[in-house]
Nanobody
């Protein structure tokens, strides 16, 4: 099994920063992509940022210039550095890892449990 453990959410004032992390553990042979998604109340889950390996990253337009995804391949950990936070960034943030388990050829997606980030105005 593969487990993802998230931490680092919380309450922050507008203009502040937060840096949630997500660590993958368990029987995983390789990791392709690591990313962050978020879901606000009454809205669909949306992609925030993704690292597909090497220096390749992609961001939602709403967070470009404010958020940075950082990946540590040694620790199988991904961070989301969030700066200049706005109230509209309030959501549950989920990490997703696309990985291959031993004995399998195809990668599959694994999700974290989610961490709440609340930005007060």
């Amino acid at each position: 099994q593969v487990q993802l453990v998230e931490s680092g959410g919380g309450l922050v004032q507008a203009g502040g920063s937060r840096r949630p992390s997500c660590s993958a553990s368990g029987r995983i042979l390789s990791i392709n992509a690591m990313g962050w998604y978020r879901q606000a109340p009454g809205k669909q889950r949306e992609l925030v940022a993704v690292s597909t390996g090497g220096d390749s990253t992609d961001y939602a337009d709403s967070v470009k210039g404010r958020f940075t995804i950082v990946r540590d391949n040694v620790k199988n950990t991904v961070y989301l550095q969030m700066n200049s936070l706005k109230p509209e960034d309030t959501a549950v943030y989920y990490c997703k890892v696309e990985g291959v388990r031993p004995g399998f050829v195809r990668a599959r997606d694994y999700w974290g449990q989610g961490t709440q980030v609340t930005v007060s105005s």
